[in-house]
Structure formats: structure tokens, C-alpha cells
């Protein structure tokens, strides 16, 4: 006699339980399509089954809201007496028992600091902003400044070359008669006799004192370089 269709799926559930281990419950339920969707999708990311995939998503989530409750918030959720509405996060009027613990606040503190520090921060930046801002502000008025006295000198500079250059087409410059100009006279210091000296010492001498005779304020040296001789020789024609 054969199966009937009862049996068959009965046989077929014990099959498929036993592949897990006999360790399998079975879940009978209908869900959206973008639920059915995104386990399709799920199961091809990571190369598993749709089962495999769904039972990894459960895991997954069950462990990061473990790792978030206390040792008493564990067993409370592990026997199903745990809700996220009673966690303090979740706007609960009464947070757990041991949920304030003093790693938590330690925590909190540790943050309010860094908030605090990072405030600090940002106000000392704003700080050298402005501080930038006004130190670039006087030296764009400085370089502007710099700007028009240097078209002011190049200005007056133009002004004075004009006015040179009206001058000098007004009144050249003539070159000096040359008649008019005065040949300076010999000194009696540089003086030279143009005469030709006496060869004979006797004349010579006679030169001498009659030179020294009409030019009694010459001096020894003055007649020496008048006749190009030396002095010792003048004062001997002066004894003699």
C-alpha cells in the first residue's frame, strides 16, 4: 500500500532535520517581498544557501546586541525577558539594574573631554583665523600704500626730468669766447729764463747777481731754477 501524502511530508521534514544534526526546528511563515528579495540577495554575497544565509543574519544581529548588555541584561535577554524599550538608550523611565556601571561612566567622562578638548581646539583655530585674517588685511593696506607713494616719486620724478629738459631748450649752453679767456701768467716760481745762459762761468755769474739786483725779493732757490742751476752755485755768483 503506498504513502499517503501525510507520511510523504512528514518523511521529508525527518530528512531535513536530520541534516542539520536533528538539531533543526522548522519555521512556517510568509514574508515581504523585499524580506525574500534581500535574503536572495544575501545568500549570492556570500556564496550560502538562503538558510545558511538567513541563519548567519540571525546569528550576527543576536551577537552585536550581546555585546552591548551587561551579565544581567544577558540572561534577562537569553530568557526572552529582555526588550529594547527597558534599555536606558530606548528611553526606558527605568533603566536595568547594574546597566550604570562605573565603566560606563568612566567612559562618559572620557568623552565630555575630548568633547571639551576638541572645543578648545576649534575655538583656539578660529582664534588664528581671525588673527590671520587682520595681519593679511594691514599688509594689503601696507602694499597699497607702497603703491601710491611710488607712483608719487615716479610722478615728480617725470616732472623734474620735463622741467630740466624746458630749461635746457630755453638757455643752451655756449661755449666761452676763446679770446676772452686769460692764459694764467707764470708764476715766479715756475717761471724759466727763455734767454740762452752764458756758456763763461765769469758771465754767468754777472747774469746772476744783475737778475738778483733787479729782483731783490727772489730767493736763492727762485734764481737756482730761473738759470737751472743749484743753489750753491747762485750764492757763489752773489759773493763773488
Known sequence: MGMTNAERQR?????HLKDVDAQGERIALVVTVPAKAALTRLASWHGTTQRQALERALIESQARIINTLTGEQQNAFHDGKLTASALPSNGHPEPLQGNDTPAHDAKIKRLRSTVSGLLQTEEALHKEIRELRAHLKNRDAQIEHQKTMRAVVERERDMAKA?????????????PDADKVASPLPSNETAKRTEP?????AERDQAIREAKAAHPEKSNYQLAREFDTSEPTVRRALKG
Open 163 to 175: 622741467e630740466v629738459s624746458r630749461l635746457k631748450s630755453a638757455a643752451p649752453v655756449t661755449a
Open 197 to 201: 745762459l752764458p756758456s763763461n762761468k
Open 11 to 15: 518523511r521529508y521534514r525527518e530528512r
